[in-house]
C-alpha cells in the first residue's frame, strides 16, 4: 500500500495508509478505498472526514476540504466571539469553521450558508445544532432577520485567480467544484461582494472576517475599508495563513 500511494505522489504515504487500514471494514473496502485515493480522490474524501481544529469534519464528494491554514480564520472567529454571540459563515463549504465556533461556543446562535447544495448537505451533518444551514448565493441564503445582528461573519471565499486555477494541485481543481475555489480575474471578485453588503448584516461593533493570500492582503483590506469597514490583517506564518478582518463602527 505505502508502495501504492507513494508511486501516485502521496507524501505521506505511511501516514495515508494507517487511515486508510483504520477506515476499511475488510481487506475488499481496503483495497477500493487504495484505488480511489491513488486515481487521485483527496484523502479527506476518501476517508468520509477531515481533521480540523481538533475535530472530525464529515466530508462527501465534490465538496471543498477544509485546509489546515484555515484553522487560524476558525481561531481568530473562535477569539471574536462571545457565548451568545449571532455566528455566520458564508460560503461555508463542509461548514468546518463555523463547527469549530460552535465547539468553543455551544450556546451562540449559528448559520451557515453556500451557493453548492452539495455543501450544505454536508454542512447540515456537521452543524446539527446549528440555528439554520442553508443554500443560496450569499447574503440571499440568510433570513432577513439577522440583518444588523450578526456579531462575527466569517467567508472563507474563493481567492483563486482564474488563470491560477489550472495550476493548482489535481486533487483541488479535479475533484473539488470550481464555484470553491474561482475567484475571478485577480481573484477577489467573490470578497468584492461579501464586503459590499457586509455593513447591512453587522451588529454595531461586528466583525467580518476573510481569509485570502498574503499578496492579496492589502487589497482585500482596501476592499473592506471601501465598504465602510475598519480593516485589520492577521498573519500566521506557521501555517501560511492570512485573514483581513473589518470591524463596523
Not at 156 to 168: F, H, I, K, S
Amino acid at each position: 500500500m505505502v508502495a501504492e500511494l507513494r508511486s501516485a505522489g502521496c507524501v505521506f504515504a505511511e501516514e495515508e495508509a494507517a487511515l486508510l487500514h483504520e477506515a476499511a471494514g475488510d481487506q475488499a473496502e481496503l483495497a477500493e478505498l487504495l484505488r480511489r485515493r491513488v486515481t487521485g480522490l483527496p484523502l479527506e474524501q476518501v476517508l468520509g472526514w477531515a481533521q480540523f481544529c481538533g475535530l472530525r469534519i464529515s466530508m462527501a464528494p465534490g465538496v471543498f476540504v477544509p485546509r489546515r491554514r484555515t484553522e487560524f480564520l476558525a481561531e481568530q472567529a473562535i477569539a471574536l466571539a462571545a457565548p451568545r454571540s449571532v455566528v455566520v459563515e458564508l460560503c461555508c463549504g463542509a461548514g468546518a469553521v463555523a463547527a469549530a465556533v460552535a465547539a468553543a461556543h455551544p450556546q451562540a446562535e449559528l448559520h451557515a450558508a453556500d451557493v453548492d447544495p452539495a455543501a450544505v448537505a454536508c454542512a447540515a451533518t456537521n452543524l446539527p445544532g446549528a440555528a439554520g444551514v442553508t443554500e443560496g448565493d450569499l447574503y440571499e441564503a440568510l433570513p432577513v432577520r439577522l440583518r444588523g445582528r450578526i456579531d462575527v461573519l466569517v467567508a472563507n471565499a474563493p481567492y483563486v485567480p482564474t488563470g491560477e486555477v489550472g495550476l493548482m494541485p489535481p486533487e483541488a481543481r479535479l475533484h473539488e467544484p470550481a464555484i470553491a475555489l474561482d475567484g475571478g480575474t485577480d481573484g477577489l471578485a467573490i470578497q468584492r461582494r461579501v464586503a459590499q453588503d457586509a455593513p447591512h448584516w453587522l451588529a454595531p461593533g461586528g466583525t467580518l472576517l476573510i481569509e485570502t493570500s498574503r499578496g492579496q492582503a492589502p487589497h482585500t483590506a482596501e476592499i473592506l475599508a471601501a465598504a465602510g469597514l475598519l480593516p485589520r490583517v492577521l498573519h500566521c506564518d506557521q501555517r501560511e495563513a492570512t485573514v483581513v478582518t473589518g470591524t463596523a463602527g
